[in-house]
Nanobody, 123 residues
């Protein structure tokens, strides 16, 4: 069973930084796109950043120039470096990994989600 474990969330003052990490507990796995989503209280979940297998990145406009997504396939991990944090960045952040678990009887490309980590930015 694929599990994603996030860490690095917490409380910080506006202007501060946090680094989120997400590690996948997998054995034989092909990683495709890796993403970070966030969901502020009472609002819809939104895609914050993604990194493709080839290294292409995407960022939502509101975080461009402040957040950096990176991946390390050997460590089965995806990261989100968040700088110059603002109060509006406050949300639960979720990692999402698209991939194939080759240990299953019928491997297929699926999306996997972490449990979420809270980021709170005070102004």
């Amino acid at each position: 069973q694929v599990q994603l474990v996030e860490s690095g969330g917490g409380s910080v003052q506006a202007g501060g930084s946090l680094r989120l990490s997400c590690v996948a507990s997998v054995r034989i796995f092909t990683f495709y796109d890796m993403r970070w989503y966030r969901q502020p209280a009472g609002k819809q979940r939104e895609l914050v950043a993604s990194v493709s297998r080839g290294g292409s990145t995407y960022y939502v406009d509101s975080v461009k120039g402040r957040f950096t997504i990176s991946r390390d396939n050997a460590r089965k991990s995806v990261y989100l470096q968040m700088n110059v944090l603002k109060a509006e960045d406050t949300a639960v952040y979720y990692c999402n990994i698209e991939g194939v678990d080759h240990t299953t009887a019928t491997p297929s490309q699926r999306n996997y989600w972490g449990q979420g980590t809270q980021v709170t930015v005070s102004s």
